[in-house]
């Protein structure tokens, strides 16, 4: 269990690199968002993120996520950046503010579909998630099939799309997660352009490659490891 001051000086150091790449990038600091995600750690870990005046934080697991928020006190907002099984979304629509991995149009409709019936004027918030890489062990749409996806996604009641976001194959060779880094952001601006919608939001890069994506024009970076230490397995 990592103690609040080492976290705050990895904070530090991570947002210090960030400053120098947004810098070297001819980016504004601002237009990066740096999500902490702290899937496998304790509901500790969420209230350091508070403290540091951090507002958000992304979970992989909806039941994980749930348990946690219930220990939770305070105002945080709550990011669903793993796949998300029908079976879930009920739970998943109490824990989360934004899921990041809508990948299919079965999810998309459902997703519409328990919001409407929450009767609340609620609009979900989502990020369309892509396999920007095509790797098979990779979940997301692929770039040939998100054109029909955002269609369908764009003419949803209850859904609003803020952008895409993706993970790359798991490589030591950079070069591949550069390249379906920058892949998603020409295919983001390809469909903004075509659909004539605002995506602004682009969630790529982690621990490992936040580097690159924000290189290739990230707004969401999304940082575990780097923050928390190594996380257990599972």
């Known amino acids: 269990m990592i103690q609040y001051q080492n976290f705050i ?3 530090a150091r991570v947002r210090d690199e960030i400053a120098e790449v947004c810098e070297r990038s ?3 600091v601002e237009s ?3 999500l902490p995600v702290t899937k496998t750690y304790s509901a500790e870990v969420v209230s350091y993120v508070e403290c540091a005046g ?3 934080v992304g979970e992989n697991r909806v039941p994980e ?3 946690k928020k219930m220990q939770v006190k305070g105002n945080m907002k ?6 998300l099984q029908s079976n ?3 739970l998943a629509l109490k824990t989360f503010d ?5 990948d299919s149009e079965g999810l998309l409709l459902k997703l519409n579909s328990a919001v409407g019936a929450e009767e609340t004027g609620r609009i979900l918030p989502i990020l369309l998630q892509v396999n920007a890489g095509d790797d098979p062990a990779k979940y997301g749409v692929s770039c040939q099939e998100l054109d029909r996806l955002l269609e369908i996604a764009l003419g949803l009641r209850h859904i609003r799309v803020e952008g895409l976001m993706t993970i790359p194959q798991l490589s030591k060779d950079l070069k591949v997660a550069e390249y379906a880094f920058n892949r998603l952001r020409i295919k983001r601006d390809e469909l903004a352009e075509k659909f004539q919608a605002e995506l602004p939001e682009l969630s790529m890069g982690m621990s490992g490659d936040f580097v690159e994506a924000i290189k290739a024009g990230s707004t969401i970076v999304r940082i575990g490891s780097a923050l928390f230490g190594v996380r257990k397995v599972g």
């Not at 709550?78 to 796949?83: F, N, Q, V, Y």
């Not at 934004?98 to 809508?102: A, D, G, K, L, T």
């Open 65 to 67: 996520a749930a348990e």
């Open 78 to 83: 709550w990011e669903l950046i793993g796949h």
């Open 98 to 102: 934004r899921i990041q991995s809508v």
């Open 54 to 56: 951090l507002g958000m």
């Open 9 to 11: 000086e990895n904070l």
């Open 32 to 34: 990066v968002m740096l």
């Open 88 to 90: 879930k979304v009920g």
């Open 26 to 28: 001819g980016r504004r």
